[in-house]
């Protein structure tokens, strides 16, 4: 069995006894001695923090339009101004998600694509065999470090530490500038719902930069755990969970990130998919207590299977169970009712609208 890999605050994870897990091939914490639900209303009530150097970054130097990335996401890059970033889509010829992701345009001819970690070998190699001979494509995963302070006090937070400049920074939009003296991205993104920063510096300053975030009281460590359950509460997808290579976007909820008028990987079979409409699709749903729906829990409607959980859990700010799951097209209207099951357990549930929680400051 290949050994897990560590981020540079394997080390720091353990001083504060977090409890770690495996996760995309990596030892990451789940939670701190304070807990998953603790954790989770900090970062909705002040600035928590997340390491996720895990996740994998490529870098693309060349020519944005003609060197072939143009076809292989759903999105136009070169319709990306500098400065900006986009989240979308890679797909197989079969439409099925090989992986969601966000691409960053760095500059004129540089773009940074940022990927989840289990997918990050296959997603290098799709990539690198659809680009046109000349492009510079490298992975430099090894060397980057990823920092995510998110939550409403994060700018504050950070612009005690970094400067005004982090102050002006727009929703997907970010700045190339000096953290711990050294070149840093700063960007306004995350997966949490809230107001929240994702920092990119090289892998050997991590560290520097987690204790001198941890040093101030406003911020708190947060897990794996916390983030499930944030990112959950928005409706955001999990790579893994609620998609994989044999999900469409259409079967996904993520239509609108697919750009029809442009040219990519799998957009035949998404066209014909959208012209016959999906043999199923994507469901939110309540439960009506405070049991937790969990991945591959069955669906049914009125006794008959009609899907599965793709995630699940306990809602802290809703205060019952919430779930994403992918269901026939006929039971996917909000109000319908559902009921979910496994092995001796039943819950009533709800579809609903997304996102379930609606109070976050990502926009703010």
């Not at 970033?85 to 797909?91: E, I, V």
């Not at 995510?148 to 970010?174: A, H």
């Not at 006929?330 to 609606?358: N, Q, W």
Request: with cysteine; charged share 25%.
């Amino acid at each position: 069995m290949e050994a897990l890999k560590e981020t540079p605050l394997a080390g720091r994870h353990r001083d504060r006894k977090a409890l770690m897990a495996p996760f995309g091939g990596w030892d990451m914490p789940i939670q701190y001695e304070g807990g998953i639900l603790a954790e989770h209303r900090w970062c909705r009530e002040k600035a928590a923090l997340f390491d996720i150097c895990h996740m994998g970054e490529f870098l693309y130097r060349g020519d944005i339009a003609g060197g072939g990335l143009e076809d292989v996401f759903t999105f136009s890059v070169a319709s990306i101004p500098e400065g900006r970033s986009r989240y979308g889509l890679l797909l197989n010829e079969r439409g099925g998600i090989i992986d969601d992701l966000i691409v960053f345009r760095l500059g004129r001819n540089e773009a940074m694509i940022v990927v989840n970690a289990a997918t990050a070998p296959n997603d290098f190699s799709v990539i690198r065999g659809r680009l046109k001979p000349g492009a510079e494509f490298t992975d430099i995963s090894s060397i980057t470090g990823k920092l995510d302070p998110q939550g409403p006090l994060s700018r504050e937070v950070l612009v005690d530490l970094l400067g005004k400049e982090v102050s002006s920074i727009p929703y997907f939009r970010f700045v190339k500038m000096d953290v711990l003296g050294t070149p840093a991205i700063v960007s306004r993104t995350g997966y949490t719902g809230e107001l929240g920063y994702e920092i990119f510096l090289p892998w050997d300053k991590t560290v520097e930069l987690w204790d001198r975030l941890l040093a101030d009281p406003r911020v708190k460590p947060a897990g794996l755990g916390a983030r499930d359950l944030l990112r959950l509460e928005m409706g955001y997808s999990l790579y893994g969970n609620d998609l994989d290579e044999t999900v469409t976007p259409l079967e996904a909820g993520l239509e609108g990130f697919v750009n029809f008028d442009k040219e990519f990987v799998g957009r035949n079979a998404l066209q014909k998919q959208r012209a016959e409409g999906p043999g199923r699709v994507r469901a939110a749903f309540r439960v009506g207590s405070r049991r937790s729906p969990r991945h591959n829990f069955e669906i049914l409607r009125d006794g008959r299977k009609v899907g599965i959980v793709t995630s699940g859990g306990f809602s802290p700010m809703l205060g019952c169970g919430i779930g994403l799951g992918r269901v026939s097209p006929d039971a996917a209207a909000p109000g319908s009712v559902l009921s979910i099951r496994h092995e001796g357990v039943s819950m009533d549930a709800t579809v609903c609208d997304l996102p379930f929680y609606k109070g976050g400051s990502v926009r703010a």
